[in-house]
């Protein structure tokens, strides 16, 4: 139902910035929450940022103050602009949708599956 592309990434100096998108396409009426996770080498995925359809954010007390997420739901796009990169902020970026709307039946229903992106790299040097 939902198809997530990152674009956005590459390489940056440690103290650069770097803007990442994620835009949404396929059949659905809304996206709840839009997300942002990271998995670096040999580590598990974590929560970057979220934000909801109504523009409440969550950010990993490790990027509060050097990430923003946003969205522009007219676009189906979110965004994490990213600055002050650390080498830590090295990973793959990925992008996430969660509770996704969509009309079947003559009713607004809400999808039970999550749906992820294919993954963006961002290499922080020192």
């Known amino acids: 139902q939902v198809q997530l592309v990152e674009s956005g990434g590459g390489l940056v100096q440690a103290g650069g910035s770097l803007r990442l998108s994620c835009e949404a396409s396929?059949?659905?009426?809304?996206?709840?929450?839009m997300g942002w996770y990271r998995q670096a080498p040999g580590e598990q995925r974590e929560l970057v940022a979220s934000?909801?359809?109504?523009?409440?954010?969550n950010y990993a007390d490790s990027v509060k103050g050097r990430f923003t997420i946003s969205r522009d739901n007219a676009k189906k796009t979110v965004y994490l602009q990213m600055n002050s990169l650390i080498p830590e902020d090295t990973a793959v970026y990925y992008c996430k949708a969660d509770g996704v709307k969509y009309w079947s039946g003559g009713r607004l229903r809400t999808s039970t599956d999550d749906y992820w992106g294919q993954g963006t790299q961002v290499t922080v040097s020192s």
């Open positions: 396929g059949i659905f009426f809304s996206i709840n929450v």
């Open positions: 934000i909801t359809n109504g523009g409440s954010t």
